[in-house]
């Protein structure tokens, strides 16, 4: 992938619901645009699904461990 200029891949080591990738995604988005680094994007976006408490009830068990490949 870093040959394909690809630097950076965010995974989770689980599945989780369209609804908590989406709280992910926007978060981690809004992180990078106001120019935060990958790691703290990625803190900000984990944090984003954990205060969200009907989504972690339903779909992100407290063991998942988010994933950041650079």
Do not use: W
Not at 1 to 12: K, L, T
Not at 57 to 63: H, L, N, Q, R, T
Request: glycine share 6%; hydrophobic share 50%; proline share 3%.
């Amino acid at each position: 992938m870093a040959q394909q200029g690809i630097n950076h891949v965010v995974g989770m080591r689980e599945s989780i619901l369209d609804q908590a990738g989406i709280v992910f995604a926007k978060s981690f988005c809004d992180a990078i645009g106001r120019r935060e680094r990958v790691d703290v994007a990625v803190q900000n976006a984990r944090r984003a699904i954990l205060t969200k408490s009907a989504i972690t009830e339903v779909c992100v068990p407290p063991y998942l461990i988010l994933l950041i490949f650079i």
